[in-house]
């Protein structure tokens, strides 16, 4: 099973590409730190076509708290090779309540699919 859940601060502003066709990329960097305080950053991206991108995507801002959910998987780029990333199927900014609970709703998926 692939699941992925990034919860942290936005560190970039989402960058929307044009891919293939109506398919845009859309990329960013979330920054997450761990009990010590140490900070790691995760690449993040989106893809598909931009009217099923998460609606608040393009909304949210450098150092705004968000909690992505999505797989882990590799993009290429370019000759320096791969980025491994996380591909978003879900962007939730917002209040503390509203992340906690998109935490609470990917997780107990991927409990019942186990």
């Known amino acids: 099973m692939n699941i992925a859940v990034v919860v942290g601060t ?3 502003i989402p960058e929307m590409k044009p891919v293939a066709g109506e398919e845009v990329l ?4 979330v920054d997450v730190f761990d009990e010590s305080g140490r900070k ?3 690449p993040v991206s989106w893809r598909g076509l931009q009217g099923d991108m ?3 995507l393009l909304d949210l801002d450098i150092g705004d708290d968000v909690v ?5 998987g590799r993009r290429f780029i370019g000759a320096s ?6 591909r978003a199927d879900e962007v939730v900014g917002g ?3 509203r992340r906690r609970n998109a ?4 997780l107990t998926a991927a409990l019942d699919a186990a």
């Open 103 to 106: 935490v609470k709703r990917v």
């Open 26 to 29: 859309v990329v960013f960097d």
């Open 68 to 72: 992505v959910s999505g797989v882990m």
């Open 81 to 86: 090779g791969f980025l491994v990333d996380v």
């Open 95 to 97: 209040g503390k309540v």
């Open 40 to 42: 790691s950053t995760v």
């Open 54 to 56: 998460p609606p608040e």
């Open 10 to 12: 936005l560190r970039v």
